[in-house]
């Protein structure tokens, strides 16, 4: 079973920065995708980042330029660096891990961490 542990929300002003991470149970990081999903209230779960262990990052329209995402497999920990966030950004973040090349296709991940609350304050 892959257990992922976000930590790292928190809550910013608009224009602020904050890194989330996902520490991943297991080595399992080089073999699958790792994406950064976001929820808000009433709203569904949408992808905002991923990365293969190959290839270009995947990044939604809405957080390309401001968000940077980046592995580092020898401590099996995803990162998510957050920038210059605005109020839209406001959520739970998840951490998940599907198959490769998943993207940001939300159905196709089947481990999840338990999220993490982003709160921007304008």
């Known amino acids: 079973q892959v257990q992922l542990v976000e930590s790292g929300g928190g809550s910013v002003q608009a224009g602020g920065s904050l890194r989330l991470s996902c520490r991943v149970s297991i080595y399992i990081i080089s073999r699958y995708s790792m994406g950064w999903f976001r929820q808000a209230p009433g709203k569904e779960r949408e992808g905002v980042a991923a990365i293969d262990s190959d290839g270009p990052p995947t990044y939604a329209d809405s957080v390309k330029g401001r968000f940077t995402i980046s592995q580092d497999n020898a401590k099996s920990t995803l990162y998510l660096q957050m920038n210059s966030l605005e109020p839209e950004d406001a959520a739970m973040y998840y951490c998940?891990?599907?198959?490769?090349?998943?993207?940001?296709?939300?159905?196709?991940?089947?481990?999840w961490g338990q999220g993490t609350q982003v709160t921007v304050s304008s």
């Open positions: 998940a891990a599907g198959p490769a090349w998943s993207r940001l296709r939300v159905a196709l991940y089947s481990n």
